[in-house]
């Protein structure tokens, strides 16, 4: 229990300090501590494999991409953005909407905790094996719908980024000065 | 048998010094190695054969001035020297050593996870932020250039090491690394089984643990020396022990996947009854092959541009490594 209050805290005090840091990096280094304590309270809870994937795949893979993109834009904190003025209501009330709905979630409808020995017998083993099953049985077709969504994605990615190919072939003419 | 928290703690602890005096050795061994392969005699001076030389160059980093960019961002500098040496260290705790109670009674291992091999993974992954935040930190271009290739380099030949395990795991069903070991020792060294693995995990864990020939993130002749520039005194000396500790690592990791880990060769027990379950010896034999290796290739081949470094990973390396998967998952699911 103690354990856990102490990781809450430091999440919480990660996460607080994703939205009000003003340096972007310090900001992205912040959700980095908050992944990586949640990692830690995957560990307390015995789910080993979600711990590993949960460092590698969002710690590991994806904030260094975030923190890639801020350090290439070279993006600075007191940059002031009278665009999005606006936006700032409408974040709040959408924050208190969702704070809202989590908190009638948590405490109007409580549900059952599961049992503790099937808990901890489906995650002997750290898990991999119960996931895995899960994944490649119950839910094979999301998962492959998720996998085709992220295709989607890339491939958008890569023709955002694609010049048209005559532009292409001039710039490279002009380069080598035919 | 489960240790106890103090003695994993205490084991740890002696895992951790006993890596840090390999580093000031393997300093040692690979400018002597060095400087043989390149017709010089290497360090010599300090005490018989150089022995005193790691002990001199320790005083000499300790003592040093240590410099600060004044424009650097102060917490984030001091931050990534010691997340670089943090993670490294603490990879090599799932990999076994001897079989279980070997260790004056204790198991030769701090932790055995049942996700041991993701463990490892998970460990030197975090290792790309001291790189990357070393480079933005200093406040300097060729820093922030140094840092940037070699994040890049190290999120791409991750890649590399993930494909190149996944046959690895369909055939021994686990990725505990204890397990792993015992599979080959009762079938055949993986190395057999997956050839064209352990070479795309090869290539992969030395451009991970950024050796020549892809050491770009230092290459002198074009960005100083990248994401070191701007460090000094101790502080340049922690990322020093990171790299040598992740070469140990990344060592030790392949001779468990792929070599049969700490189990020496079962011939050997018609001469020695047993000694193929010495614990230690066979792990750190293996080690020293791969350490050899890594220092070799330093002697022999030149850097990689950047941009044949991203081709060759992106279309040659993970092509192979994925093809490797699919047909060990092809020939597991139809043949056997």
């Not at chain 2, 020297?81 to 260290?89: D, G, H, K, Q, R």
Request: net charge neutral; charged share 10%.
């Amino acid at each position: 229990m103690l354990t856990f209050v102490v990781l809450s805290v430091l999440m919480i005090v990660g996460a607080v300090g994703v939205i009000t840091l003003k340096q972007p990096v310090h900001a992205a280094l912040s959700l980095v501590a908050t992944l990586l304590t949640l990692a830690v309270t995957y560990v307390t809870l015995q789910a080993h494999f979600l711990a590993a994937i949960q460092v590698i795949v969002y710690a590991g893979a994806i904030m260094v991409l975030f923190l890639f993109v801020i350090m290439l834009l070279n993006i600075q904190g007191d940059q002031p953005q009278p665009h999005f003025r606006w936006m700032q209501i409408v974040a709040y009330l959408t924050a208190l909407l969702a704070a809202g709905a989590i908190a009638a979630t948590a405490f109007l409808s409580p549900r059952e905790l599961p049992n503790a020995e099937l808990m901890s017998e489906a995650l002997a083993g750290g898990g991999a094996a119960a996931i895995g099953e899960a994944l490649f049985n119950d839910f094979v077709l999301a998962f492959q719908l998720v996998g085709v969504l992220l295709l989607t994605g890339i491939i958008g990615a890569v023709s955002l980024v694609q010049r048209k190919a005559t532009q292409t072939a001039k710039d490279e003419r002009e380069l080598s000065g035919v | 048998m489960i240790d106890s928290l103090l003695i994993t703690f205490l084991k740890a602890l002696l895992l951790v010094l006993v890596l840090l005096g390999a580093f000031a050795y393997m300093t040692l061994i690979e400018r002597r190695l060095l400087g043989r392969m390149q017709h010089r005699f290497g360090p010599n001076r300090v005490g018989p054969f150089g022995l005193l030389q790691p002990i001199a160059d320790a005083i000499k980093s300790v003592f040093k001035e240590d410099i600060v960019v004044s424009a650097a961002d102060k917490f984030v500098y001091f931050l990534a020297p010691f997340i670089s040496i943090t993670f490294a260290l603490s990879a090599f705790g799932a990999i076994p050593a001897g079989p279980a109670g070997s260790f004056f009674g204790f198991n030769p291992w701090i932790v055995d996870l049942d996700i041991g091999l993701l463990y490892v993974f998970a460990a030197t992954s975090m290792g790309v932020y001291g790189v990357f935040l070393a480079g933005w930190a200093s406040n300097s271009k060729y820093s922030l250039l140094g840092s940037l290739r070699s994040s890049a380099q190290m999120i791409s030949y991750e890649m590399g090491l993930g494909l190149s395990v996944l046959g690895l795991i369909m055939i021994t069903g686990t990725l505990n690394l204890r397990e792993i070991v015992d599979y080959q020792s009762g079938a055949y060294l993986l190395i057999l089984l997956q050839p064209v693995a352990f070479v795309t995990f090869l290539i992969s864990a030395i451009a991970e643990v950024n050796r020549t020939p892809f050491d770009l993130p230092e290459a002198e002749q074009e960005i100083v020396a990248g994401y070191l520039t701007e460090y000094s005194s101790i502080k340049w000396a922690l990322f020093q022990m990171a790299e040598y500790v992740n070469m140990m690592t990344g060592a030790a990791f392949i001779s468990t996947l792929f070599l049969g880990g700490w189990r020496g060769p079962r011939f050997l027990d018609a001469v020695v009854p047993g000694i193929s379950e010495w614990p230690f010896i066979w792990l750190i034999l293996k080690m020293a092959i791969f350490m050899f290796l890594f220092i070799w290739l330093r002697a022999t081949l030149p850097r990689l541009r950047y941009d044949q470094l991203m081709r060759f990973g992106w279309i040659w390396l993970f092509e192979l490594a994925m093809l490797s998967a699919i047909v060990t998952g092809a020939v597991i699911a139809f043949v056997l």
